[in-house]
């Protein structure tokens, strides 16, 4: 009897348990599709959030006012994920609808709805980087039309909203753009290492101006306190805080100059190129000297900072990123360095005289010169015979040089010489080489004075590779010659590469082997030469200006003071003038007004191994009141008369219509 008692009991219960199942799974039904409204509002509050909001960004204006980098406003869609959790299907219709009315996929929608970070998010940029208790932007810069069409039927798009944003305007001409810089948003280390002042999702300056100056460009964020619920829907604003806008940042720029500056240059490179040169990159500069400001600074290859606006391309990023010593990003003026070649003797000159040269007396300029156990040949010009050393500025005569530098080094010490009895590199020390000028931008360079300890630092550097091609040799080069050639020069190096050598101090006196500049080094030096000695720092901004219109003025640049001897400026500021009417440029500057406008500089011509010649001229005016200084140089330009001079003529009929 117990066996049918039993199973009647387990009846019983299981049918006791299918009442309650049926109960649980319809109260849950009821909790899903009609209460969910009412659970939202009375689901426990998990915290307090705060919401940042970016402040309008300041603009970069020239020394006239004119914007370089200026403010538009953008027209952008944002989705409220609040209002979509609260809608019957999750906000799967709007979601449908919106990509239609917006002409996307519905799926990049959906993407950019999941938090970057969060589990099974999308990956960036597709997710949203932003702040996950504001609206999520799903679409910037939105046609006018589409965004009034999203207005007027807002009963279809709950959630949806059209906003306006401060963003940077793409110029029909971007100019300047290495000294500028872009944006680009914020990451993880700029957010961690802020101290609060940058936040998640905002944007920050990435190089030239925008980078420098970021702090006062980018302004006060706004803030608001917002109550979430636990779902991390805002479901309160409790407290908000108005953004305070960036100011303004003023530059010593001149956008006509600018402007007429990178036309000149680009000129310059086609009509090179024109000539079969490689023409692969190209700097110029000019600089107020009365309070050492940059008036224009161009760069080339050049980019356009708008392909940073949305988000930039994986194939463009490479193209922009992929070589460093390429790079459209790299500012040449100042983040580049070359062989000033004889745009240096303006340094070598001044240190023949501290060694005893008489400048008076006249020189021998020959074919060549035998020093120590190498001929050393003059190539820049020929041989004149007996000159004066104003002459030998003119014809740029090498040989005059080579044999200063001779003496020189035995003054030195010879092979245990020391730097700081080497007149020639104290010369080019006291004129700022091989050290940064302290522009106002970030990047800049120092340069290389080669002197007896960058020598013995860089052996020790490279030894081991160099003692290995020593004895391996260069299997890999086809030409046997040129394999045999490297493979002398390795043992060289090897055995005496610690060594300062005569041949090092005379490729020094000519601005060649391992001596390196900048374009704006070479100004500040020539910058020198122009007012006998006495030169400012270089710098880009001049003031900033909050909203409100106060002046900040940024200090001008610091005075520096180079020892020049009278006879030095007596002979040198003349003989770069020659170097204009008759000398290495006359050709260039056929024709140009030197009796209106006199011009004194001087040609370059760098020997750059495995690569075409680069062309150099840095030149200042009017030579008789000197106020600019004009630097050019163009990479593989070949030489500094036949390419950079004819540039540098152009910008200086620039400054002379500007002066009118």
Same mark, same amino acid.
């Given at each position: 009897?117990?066996?049918?008692?039993?199973?009647?009991?387990?009846?019983?219960?299981?049918?006791?348990?299918?009442?309650?199942?049926?109960?649980?799974?319809?109260?849950?039904?009821?909790?899903?599709?009609?209460?969910?409204?009412?659970?939202?509002?009375?689901?426990?509050?998990?915290?307090?959030?705060?919401?940042?909001?970016?402040?309008?960004?300041?603009?970069?204006?020239?020394?006239?006012?004119?914007?370089?980098?200026?403010?538009?406003?953008?027209?952008?869609?944002?989705?409220?994920?609040?209002?979509?959790?609260?809608?019957?299907?999750?906000?799967?219709?709007?979601?449908?609808?919106?990509?239609?009315?917006?002409?996307?996929?519905?799926?990049?929608?959906?993407?950019?709805?999941?938090?970057?970070?969060?589990?099974?998010?999308?990956?960036?940029?597709?997710?949203?980087?932003?702040?996950?208790?504001?609206?999520?932007?799903?679409?910037?810069?939105?046609?006018?039309?589409?965004?009034?069409?999203?207005?007027?039927?807002?009963?279809?798009?709950?959630?949806?909203?059209?906003?306006?944003?401060?963003?940077?305007?793409?110029?029909?001409?971007?100019?300047?753009?290495?000294?500028?810089?872009?944006?680009?948003?914020?990451?993880?280390?700029?957010?961690?290492?802020?101290?609060?002042?940058?936040?998640?999702?905002?944007?920050?300056?990435?190089?030239?101006?925008?980078?420098?100056?970021?702090?006062?460009?980018?302004?006060?964020?706004?803030?608001?306190?917002?109550?979430?619920?636990?779902?991390?829907?805002?479901?309160?604003?409790?407290?908000?805080?108005?953004?305070?806008?960036?100011?303004?940042?003023?530059?010593?720029?001149?956008?006509?100059?600018?402007?007429? =500056?990178?036309?000149?240059? !680009?000129? $310059?490179?086609?009509?090179?190129? /024109?000539? *079969? #040169?490689?023409? +692969?990159? %190209?700097?110029?500069?000019?600089?107020?000297?009365?309070?050492?400001?940059?008036?224009?600074?161009?760069?080339?290859?050049?980019?356009?900072?708008?392909?940073?606006?949305?988000?930039?391309?994986?194939?463009?990023?490479?193209?922009?990123?992929?070589?460093?010593?390429?790079?459209?990003?790299?500012?040449?003026?100042?983040?580049?360095?070359?062989?000033?070649?004889?745009?240096?003797?303006?340094?070598?000159?001044?240190?023949?005289?501290?060694?005893?040269?008489?400048?008076?007396?006249?020189?021998?300029?020959?074919?060549?010169?035998?020093?120590?156990?190498?001929?050393?040949?003059?190539?820049?010009?020929?041989?004149?015979?007996?000159?004066?050393?104003?002459?030998?500025?003119?014809?740029?005569?090498? =040989?005059?040089?080579?044999? !200063?530098? $001779?003496?020189?080094?035995?003054? /030195?010490? *010879? #092979?245990?010489? +020391?730097? %700081?009895?080497?007149?020639?590199?104290?010369?080019?020390?006291?004129?700022?080489?091989?050290?940064?000028?302290?522009?106002?931008?970030?990047?800049?360079?120092?340069?290389?004075?080669?002197?007896?300890?960058?020598?013995?630092?860089?052996?020790?550097?490279?030894?081991?590779?160099?003692?290995?091609?020593?004895?391996?040799?260069?299997?890999?080069?086809?030409?046997?010659?040129?394999?045999?050639?490297?493979?002398?020069?390795?043992?060289?190096?090897?055995?005496?590469?610690?060594?300062?050598?005569?041949?090092?101090?005379?490729?020094?006196?000519?601005?060649?082997?391992?001596?390196?500049?900048?374009?704006?080094?070479?100004?500040?030096?020539?910058?020198?030469?122009?007012?006998?000695?006495?030169?400012?720092?270089?710098?880009?901004?001049?003031?900033?200006?909050?909203?409100?219109?106060?002046?900040?003025?940024?200090?001008?640049?610091?005075?520096?003071?180079?020892?020049?001897?009278?006879?030095?400026?007596?002979?040198?500021?003349?003989?770069?003038?020659?170097?204009?009417?008759?000398?290495?440029?006359?050709?260039?500057?056929?024709?140009?007004?030197?009796?209106?406008?006199?011009?004194?500089?001087?040609?370059?011509?760098?020997?750059?191994?495995?690569?075409?010649?680069?062309?150099?001229?840095?030149?200042?005016?009017?030579?008789?009141?000197?106020?600019?200084?004009?630097?050019?140089?163009?990479?593989?330009?070949?030489?500094?008369?036949?390419?950079?001079?004819?540039?540098?003529?152009?910008?200086?009929?620039?400054?002379?219509?500007?002066?009118?």
């Amino acid at each position: 009897m117990r066996g049918p008692h039993l199973h009647g009991r387990l009846l019983a219960i299981f049918a006791v348990f299918a009442v309650l199942l049926t109960t649980l799974v319809g109260r849950l039904g009821q909790l899903q599709l009609t209460d969910r409204a009412e659970l939202a509002a009375s689901a426990p509050v998990s915290s307090t959030k705060t919401v940042y909001r970016p402040a309008p960004r300041g603009r970069i204006l020239d020394r006239h006012g004119t914007p370089l980098a200026d403010n538009a406003v953008r027209v952008d869609v944002t989705l409220d994920r609040a209002a979509l959790a609260d809608l019957d299907d999750g906000g799967e219709g709007v979601i449908r609808r919106l990509a239609a009315a917006l002409g996307t996929e519905r799926t990049s929608l959906r993407d950019r709805m999941t938090l970057c970070g969060a589990p099974g998010a999308a990956p960036p940029p597709r997710c949203w980087a932003g702040s996950p208790y504001e609206p999520v932007t799903v679409a910037e810069g939105v046609d006018a039309e589409v965004a009034l069409g999203l207005g007027e039927r807002a009963e279809r798009f709950p959630g949806v909203a059209v906003t306006t944003t401060a963003v940077r305007r793409d110029r029909d001409r971007p100019l300047a753009p290495q000294v500028l810089g872009y944006l680009t948003r914020a990451g993880e280390e700029d957010v961690q290492t802020s101290d609060g002042e940058i936040q998640a999702g905002a944007v920050v300056g990435r190089a030239g101006l925008e980078q420098q100056y970021d702090e006062q460009l980018r302004g006060t964020a706004g803030r608001a306190e917002v109550r979430v619920d636990a779902r991390g829907i805002v479901i309160k604003t409790l407290s908000s805080q108005e953004a305070v806008p960036g100011e303004d940042v003023v530059t010593t720029l001149d956008a006509d100059l600018q402007r007429a =500056t990178e036309d000149v240059l !680009a000129g $310059a490179v086609t009509d090179a190129r /024109a000539r *079969g #040169l490689a023409a +692969d990159e %190209a700097a110029a500069v000019v600089l107020d000297l009365r309070d050492g400001g940059v008036l224009a600074s161009a760069s080339l290859p050049t980019y356009d900072p708008s392909v940073w606006t949305g988000g930039i391309s994986q194939a463009e990023y490479r193209r922009l990123t992929a070589e460093p010593e390429s790079s459209p990003l790299t500012d040449r003026v100042v983040a580049a360095s070359y062989p000033p070649a004889s745009t240096f003797k303006v340094v070598s000159l001044p240190a023949a005289a501290r060694s005893g040269v008489d400048l008076d007396e006249p020189v021998r300029c020959s074919s060549s010169v035998r020093i120590g156990d190498r001929t050393f040949r003059n190539f820049e010009s020929r041989a004149y015979g007996t000159i004066s050393w104003r002459k030998a500025i003119e014809v740029s005569c090498d =040989t005059v040089f080579y044999e !200063a530098a $001779a003496s020189i080094w035995d003054e /030195a010490g *010879g #092979l245990s010489g +020391d730097d %700081a009895d080497d007149v020639l590199v104290r010369s080019a020390r006291a004129f700022g080489l091989g050290e940064r000028t302290g522009i106002d931008l970030p990047g800049e360079v120092s340069g290389r004075v080669p002197d007896r300890g960058w020598k013995q630092a860089y052996w020790e550097e490279t030894k081991d590779e160099t003692c290995r091609r020593a004895r391996e040799g260069y299997p890999e080069v086809s030409s046997r010659a040129r394999a045999d050639y490297l493979k002398e020069v390795a043992e060289e190096s090897c055995e005496r590469g610690h060594q300062f050598r005569p041949g090092d101090e005379v490729n020094l006196s000519i601005g060649q082997g391992d001596m390196l500049a900048t374009p704006v080094q070479m100004a500040q030096v020539y910058g020198a030469i122009a007012t006998g000695g006495e030169v400012r720092a270089p710098r880009i901004v001049s003031e900033t200006r909050s909203p409100e219109g106060e002046r900040t003025p940024i200090a001008s640049g610091e005075r520096t003071r180079v020892d020049l001897d009278e006879a030095v400026v007596d002979t040198l500021r003349p003989a770069l003038e020659d170097v204009v009417r008759q000398g290495t440029a006359a050709g260039a500057f056929a024709g140009f007004d030197t009796d209106r406008w006199p011009v004194a500089g001087k040609t370059g011509t760098a020997e750059v191994f495995g690569e075409e010649d680069t062309a150099w001229f840095v030149s200042y005016a009017p030579a008789d009141e000197p106020r600019y200084v004009v630097a050019v140089v163009i990479g593989e330009g070949g030489t500094g008369g036949g390419s950079a001079a004819g540039a540098a003529r152009e910008i200086h009929e620039e400054l002379r219509r500007l002066e009118d």
